[in-house]
């Protein structure tokens, strides 16, 4: 039930934002300079329990290159609608991508986290690039990727 309610809060927040109890937050995520093509990002929610609650983001519109975000493929089993709406280009070696999405209050400080599955096309896929709990105390604090994402900071 958590859940489900969680989800509805992320979904509401993001289509509906003048309806649900929610505030601009703008993710930033800055890429190592790797060598390579663009690199395709899932950043998605789960709950305490490690349960998906939703995607925030997918940067990279080929769906052929999806199933290499791994840990976000395995969660949503692949569904395109869960990412409908919510893509941008993939994010080149260096770049630095910067979105800002109302998210609902309810989902800081009650467990969840941020994961980030990143890939780049004949290299190494990074599941669980980067997971950051989401506080009220953590915003504005860069965490560091483990192999594509140089840093990582989400502001309220």
Do not use: C
Request: cysteine-free.
């Amino acid at each position: 039930m958590k859940s489900l309610l969680a989800s509805l809060a992320l979904t509401t927040a993001l289509t509906l934002p003048g309806l649900a109890i929610a505030r601009p937050v703008t993710l930033t995520t800055t890429l190592n300079n790797y060598g390579g093509d663009g690199a395709y990002l899932a950043l998605y929610v789960t709950d305490a329990s490690g349960a998906y609650v939703g995607s925030l983001w997918m940067a990279g519109s080929k769906s052929k290159y999806y199933e290499h975000l791994s840990d976000w493929y395995r969660a949503t089993g692949g569904d395109p609608g869960q990412i409908n709406g919510i893509t941008g280009a993939s994010v080149g070696a260096g770049r630095t991508l910067e979105i800002t999405l109302d998210l609902a209050d309810a989902l800081f400080d009650a467990g969840f986290t941020l994961h980030i599955d990143a890939a780049v096309e004949d290299m190494r896929d990074s599941p669980n690039e980067v997971a950051v709990p989401l506080t009220t105390e953590g915003a504005g604090t860069s965490v560091r990727g483990r192999r594509y994402i140089a840093s990582f900071a989400y502001d309220m």
